[in-house]
């Protein structure tokens, strides 16, 4: 494994934007960047990238190495993002083929035949090969910590990166794209501003609630910037009405029509999707509180798609509202406690949740939701916007320590949520005793992400601050 972070962080060095005069007109709305695609595989990534260019001849050329040739990949796709208030842009996305899983390479772009970027980066791992993900939600804040942050999970090296929603604030609009997401997380060199780490290492978001709010298209005609700017699998469940599924679309015909061509087939299937990478499983969820998560079709989609992938060594789930939390804000939206039967039968071993600003791990649990035990919380309907109590029994796995003992009896919940937002409730840290029975460990006085190394069957998680401390750590083996 070392040998392979080591690699990694050279091809992270090399994310470079090729120098424009001081008269010539910025060759990027958004500097190339790294998805892992509609249809993900070990020998393939997507690259995107944004300009207002509407001329322009576009060509993307990777290579093995410095003494390879370089490799034509097919002609980009555009779409076209023009909504108000917005400068009109085009988002093209092109197909990296023919990648070695596991091993670096190196990216061009080309305009009108001219070299205006070059990246090295690493081609997906395989089930045979060990890898690193980081996982940090409610990110895109824009501040200090956030930028602090970002620089040190540039410095883990991950291999791939999960946001649990929550991407950028306070609205997900593409305004705030530009200014408080790709100067930190997209840039061209380390900085004090920001770090060039989705030129190198894709990035898998999931739909938080500041992503989502910005429904109303005609208060924020370019909302829901998440659909524009994601490039992930379309494999999750439809739904005929979409109703209960996706945030409604509010607004005259012409912003919503704006907002659905530049969209396109991603809104709304791109809200929920999974995906293998390496020997693991990624099951990703809006857990928003428009949907419906008590849905027969829903539910069976989530356990089918668990099923489907029994073979894997590892099942992990990434969504944003967490259903198990100790922290006293937005305790009471628990209404993703309701898949937590369909977790444990799928094997799930982990699930990583944002939302709350700070660092929770609970004990491995089973629950059990009441059959009537769903209270309404301020509205008769049961579906208000601060979400539902959902009542229940659980089971503890009190002798997993993650050391000595390593196999869990039951899904530990990760709330990871302390990406550069404020954090919430440091007062609770040390006083174990407004923590829930569930809870294990509840860091809440400093800004953290999760790092996780996969190696065969055996998975080692760790909280690290921005400087690398390490604030909690556990190893679970099969």
Not at 290 to 316: G, I, M
Not at 359 to 369: C, D, G, I, K, L
Not at 374 to 388: E, F, I, M, Y
């Amino acid at each position: 494994m070392k040998h392979k972070l080591i690699a990694l962080a050279l091809c992270l060095s090399f994310c470079s934007a090729i120098a424009q005069t001081k008269t010539s007109q910025p060759v990027f709305f958004a500097n190339p960047y790294l998805q892992i695609g509609a249809v993900p595989t070990s020998q393939s990534l997507d690259l995107l990238w944004q300009t207002t260019d509407q001329k322009a001849l576009w060509t993307v050329e990777t290579k093995a190495s410095a003494k390879s040739k370089w490799i034509k990949m097919t002609a980009p796709t555009a779409s076209k993002v023009a909504v108000a208030g917005i400068e009109s842009h085009l988002v093209y996305r092109s197909a990296l083929t023919g990648l070695v899983s596991g091993s670096t390479f190196i990216y061009r772009v080309l305009k009108n035949g001219k070299e205006v970027f070059t990246a090295n980066a690493e081609a997906p791992r395989s089930a045979d090969q060990a890898f690193r993900f980081a996982a940090f939600g409610d990110i895109g804040a824009g501040t200090p910590e956030a930028k602090q942050i970002a620089n040190g999970m540039y410095n883990a090296k991950p291999n791939l990166v999960l946001v649990p929603g929550d991407i950028v604030y306070e609205e997900g609009l593409i305004s705030e794209y530009q200014k408080i997401f790709w100067p930190i997380y997209n840039a061209n060199k380390v900085d004090n501003v920001g770090v060039p780490l989705m030129c190198s290492v894709p990035f898998i978001g999931a739909v938080g609630n500041h992503d989502s709010s910005s429904n109303d298209l005609d208060k924020h005609p370019d909302g829901l910037a998440y659909y524009h700017y994601w490039d992930q699998p379309l494999n999750g469940p439809i739904s005929k009405s979409k109703v209960g599924y996706v945030s409604n679309l509010i607004g005259t015909d012409a912003n919503k029509k704006a907002f659905l061509e530049g969209a396109g087939d991603r809104f709304p299937r791109m809200a929920n999707f999974s995906f293998n990478y390496g020997n693991a499983h990624y099951t990703v969820l809006d857990a928003d509180t428009y949907v419906d998560w008590t849905d027969k079709d829903l539910k069976d989609w989530v356990a089918k798609d668990l099923e489907d992938s029994k073979d894997f060594t590892w099942h992990f789930v990434v969504y944003h509202h967490p259903g198990f939390s100790s922290s006293i804000d937005h305790f009471e939206q628990q209404q993703m406690r309701l898949l937590s039967p369909i977790f444990e039968k799928g094997k799930v071993d982990v699930v990583f949740n944002g939302h709350v600003h700070n660092y929770q791990r609970s004990f491995p649990m089973h629950f059990a939701p009441e059959k009537n035990g769903t209270l309404l919380v301020g509205g008769k309907d049961n579906k208000t916007l601060r979400g539902r109590v959902v009542t229940g029994r659980w089971s503890l796995d009190r002798k997993f320590d993650g050391k000595e003992n390593t196999k869990p009896n039951g899904v530990i919940y990760i709330v990871t949520g302390a990406g550069g937002q404020t954090l919430y409730d440091p007062e609770q840290e040390n006083d174990s005793d407004t923590w829930q029975k569930f809870t294990d460990k509840f860091i809440s006085t400093v800004h953290t992400f999760t790092v996780a190394d996969v190696n065969g069957k055996t998975l080692k998680i760790s909280q690290e601050d921005a400087n690398g401390k390490v604030v909690d750590e556990f190893v679970i083996t099969k």
